[in-house]
């Protein structure tokens, strides 16, 4: 999950986004594109219907987000890098 250590830019793109004495007190976090509010999913199975869910959490980027910074990153696309996990609905049909 990648709400443990936001998102990793690396020492090119080190910004403040937290307040002087945050940063000091967590200074990596400036190398990193950092989200409002924790990202998590909830998983919910429904074995009645054969169903399951995965709901994602959506925030927001706290301070500039990685194309505002000018991110590059070869193995994907930078417009893919949300600060949101998206949600997922799978139905399962009985095994014949």
Same mark, same amino acid.
């Given at each position: 999950?990648?709400?443990? #250590?936001?998102?990793?830019?690396?020492?090119?793109? $080190?910004?403040?986004? =937290?307040?002087?004495?945050?940063?000091?007190?967590?200074? &990596?976090?400036?190398?990193t594109a950092p989200y409002t509010k924790p990202l998590?999913?909830?998983?919910?199975?429904?074995?009645? #219907?054969?169903?399951?869910?995965?709901?994602?959490? $959506?925030?927001?980027? =706290?301070g500039a987000s990685p194309a505002e910074l000018g991110? &590059?990153?070869?193995?994907?696309?930078?417009?893919?890098?949300?600060p949101e996990i998206t949600a997922v609905l799978e139905?399962? #049909?009985?095994?014949?």
């Amino acid at each position: 999950m990648n709400s443990a #250590a936001y998102y990793w830019l690396g020492a090119k793109y $080190k910004h403040e986004s =937290l307040s002087p004495e945050l940063s000091k007190q967590f200074p &990596t976090v400036a190398l990193t594109a950092p989200y409002t509010k924790p990202l998590f999913t909830v998983l919910e199975i429904d074995g009645d #219907a054969r169903k399951f869910s995965l709901r994602g959490e $959506k925030s927001a980027w =706290l301070g500039a987000s990685p194309a505002e910074l000018g991110f &590059t990153s070869t193995p994907i696309a930078v417009a893919s890098i949300r600060p949101e996990i998206t949600a997922v609905l799978e139905t399962f #049909a009985e095994a014949s």
